[in-house]
């Protein structure tokens, strides 16, 4: 007996069951940015290795352990892409949309990461990226924090907070690495495997670390805000003042540090207590020096991307799923010569009646099976053609959710406007 075929650990079907709750989430987002004036961008799911290993850095948990790389056919090294921003960055300057322009760019789709699947965290887990380009003012990243506030009130949801920080210039960030590293070098006991491996790599997301043990010398180490230099200060103290006057709450944390190596002066994540350890729902910031290290000119840019399984889970912890959307009507075919009618007026219904939702019985079966599968469809009512039917000219229309509803017959080229004036 054949091996039973299943699907790979931390990638996942999403049933039919499902995909109306994601529907509706991606619709909301798609309206959102389309009101903000952004644009779609579709970019392969496969790069060239060398495109993460350039932007992402080589020492971040994603290079080093997570990315799905493989050697095609060519022998050329090829990943798939962990996160949106290098891609879209590659495909800004591939096709000349990024110099002396401004760009507002989203994109949505799966991203592949090998870690330990957990609940929110797959594998294959899907997103929403927001990139702009062409901008260097703190405006632009205020405008992606309000647009993200505003996400959160159209899907209802309340429980969450915003954390920003900035981590300045390329050469501040280089002075304030070296205190970084000679603070924790003193304290060298303390540290964790990982944060021994990063400290002279990556000593900032040293940070970043939840181990409990370390919270201490985390808290004591030395500010990067109290060594950032006066245009990254003058930066954030604009994003701060418009935040505020925006009515956009939220906590300056100067441990905020994001794990890819491109970012540059502002960070920020957005950030839920109710999905317990992996909080976070939507993280971004500027990254002004990504476009030139890829080979393009010099380009301001911006942007954030949000986990839609999260998005998911969190919407249902507070009860807003949306329900599925269910038929008006199921089309029962009883008697011969019926199917062929049946066809017929169910295209002339759909015709008349954009957005009906009308299933046609497939496969046979008697009347009162035909019937128990318009119950079990969720259909409001069943519209019947036996042979009688045919012959008459007439529609019978029998209520599913009425308690004593009555079933009626209907004349076939009437149909289309009782059904208007029944379902809208």
Request: proline share 4%.
């Amino acid at each position: 007996m054949s091996k039973t075929l299943q699907s790979i650990r931390g990638m996942h079907d999403v049933l039919p069951a499902d995909t109306p709750a994601w529907q509706w989430l991606e619709t909301a987002a798609r309206e959102l940015l389309a009101g903000y004036g952004y644009e779609e961008i579709r970019m392969p799911i496969v790069e060239q290795t060398e495109l993460f290993a350039r932007s992402i850095g080589e020492v971040t948990d994603i290079v080093e352990k997570e990315m799905y790389t493989f050697e095609d056919r060519n022998g050329d090294s090829l990943t798939l892409r962990p996160e949106g921003t290098a891609g879209c960055v590659r495909a800004g300057i591939e096709h000349g949309l990024l110099h002396n322009q401004q760009q507002r760019l989203w994109y949505m789709g799966p991203m592949f990461r090998h870690e330990r699947p957990q609940k929110g965290r797959y594998r294959q887990f899907h997103q929403i990226g927001v990139e702009t380009f062409g901008m260097d003012g703190p405006d632009i990243d205020a405008e992606l924090i309000i647009l993200t506030a505003r996400l959160w009130r159209v899907l209802g949801l309340k429980d969450v907070r915003l954390e920003i920080n900035s981590l300045g210039s390329t050469e501040a960030r280089a002075a304030y690495r070296e205190l970084l590293i000679q603070h924790f070098e003193a304290h060298a006991e303390v540290l964790d495997e990982d944060a021994r491996r990063r400290l002279h790599s990556n000593p900032l997301r040293i940070l970043d670390s939840k181990n409990p043990a370390m919270r201490e010398v985390i808290r004591s180490a030395p500010s990067l805000l109290d060594h950032l230099d006066e245009a990254s200060r003058a930066h954030f103290e604009g994003l701060q003042a418009l935040l505020t006057a925006a009515g956009i709450e939220f906590t300056v944390n100067p441990a905020l540090v994001r794990g890819l190596d491109y970012y540059c002066r502002t960070v920020f994540e957005w950030i839920t207590e109710s999905l317990g350890a992996q909080g976070t729902i939507c993280a971004g910031g500027r990254y002004d020096g990504l476009v030139e290290q890829l080979g393009g000119r010099a380009t301001p840019a911006a942007g954030f991307a949000m986990g839609l399984e999260r998005l998911l889970a969190l919407v249902e912890a507070g009860g807003a799923r949306p329900p599925a959307p269910k038929p008006h009507a199921y089309l029962a075919l009883a008697g011969e010569g019926t199917q062929a009618e049946g066809l017929r007026l169910a295209e002339s219904l759909r015709d008349a009646l954009p957005g009906l939702r009308l299933v046609v019985n497939g496969g046979g079966g008697g009347f009162k099976a035909q019937i128990k599968r318009a119950d079990r469809s969720g259909a409001d009512l069943a519209l019947i053609i036996g042979e009688s039917e045919l012959a008459e000219g007439t529609i019978l229309v029998k209520p599913l959710r009425e308690a004593g509803g009555e079933q009626q017959a209907v004349p076939r080229d009437g149909l289309a406007e009782f059904l208007r004036a029944r379902i809208g």
